[in-house]
């Protein structure tokens, strides 16, 4: 399974900006899909997820700010940030969970895409 993401960049606060990631490569079912992020220094936090029963979990840190959704037919996964603060600066991270058509398991991450806000 491979996961390719999209859509970070460079942005000023307040702004918004919308993450993609696409899996693909033999999949029976997904059971969660989330977005970390990586500040450097710190270490790998969950930004969001999103699990097959519809569940949402959001670090309190981007509550009301980021959404996140997915499209089930192309096996993506989508944030949505707004309100962008220079604290958001990080290296994004997609990962998902699930299992293959053969019937294993897999938890694949994917490249990162580096969302850099401007105070």
Not at 35 to 59: C, I
């Amino acid at each position: 399974v491979q996961l390719q993401a999209s859509g970070g960049g460079l942005v000023q606060a307040g702004g918004s900006l919308r993450l993609s990631c696409a899996a693909s490569g033999g999949i029976h079912s997904i059971n969660v899909m989330g977005w970390y992020r990586q500040a450097p220094g710190k270490q790998r936090e969950l930004v969001a997820e999103l699990t097959s029963g519809d569940t949402r979990n959001y670090a309190d840190s981007v509550k009301g700010r980021f959404t996140i959704s997915r499209d089930n037919a192309k096996n993506a996964v989508y944030l949505q940030m707004s309100s962008l603060k220079a604290e958001d600066s990080a290296v994004y991270y997609c990962n998902v969970v699930g299992y293959t058509a053969g019937m294993r398991a897999f938890n694949t991450w994917g490249q990162g895409t580096l969302v850099t806000v401007s105070s």
